[in-house]
């Protein structure tokens, strides 16, 4: 289950590691300052693209992002793996039924 709780601290954690205010982040990112801040207090769900270019900007691999570490990672790679190559619509589907469950 994806905890975005646990994104949105992922993400704070990676932007003060590098210094970065909210502000320049979400600069960065193309977003406003709310949509960032609501992101990394787990109120709001970041979109794949969005998941991408954190990714990006930090250095590390989208599935970091998502699950942590990379014992985490390991157990999540082959879900992750399919659910990766699958169109936006989809893997909105999987995130609105995982959401049910």
Same mark, same amino acid.
């Given at each position: 289950m994806i905890n975005f709780k646990a994104i949105g601290m992922r993400i704070k954690n990676l932007r003060k590691d590098k210094s970065l205010t909210?502000? =320049?982040?979400? *600069?960065? !990112?193309?977003?406003? %300052? *709310?949509? !960032?801040?609501? %992101? *990394?207090?787990?109120?709001f769900r970041p979109s794949i693209t969005l998941i991408e270019k954190i990714s990006d900007i930090f250095c590390i691999d989208e599935s970091e992002l998502m699950f942590g570490s990379k014992t985490e990672i390991n157990l999540n790679d082959s879900l992750y793996e =399919? /659910?990766?190559?699958?169109? *936006?619509?989809? =893997?909105?589907? /999987?995130?609105? !039924? %995982?959401?049910? %469950?």
């Open positions: 909210q502000e =320049k982040l979400a *600069e960065m !990112l193309d977003i406003s %300052i *709310e949509h !960032l801040s609501r %992101i *990394e207090n787990g109120s =399919k /659910i990766a190559v699958l169109p *936006e619509n989809k =893997k909105q589907a /999987i995130i609105n !039924l %995982i959401d049910l %469950i």
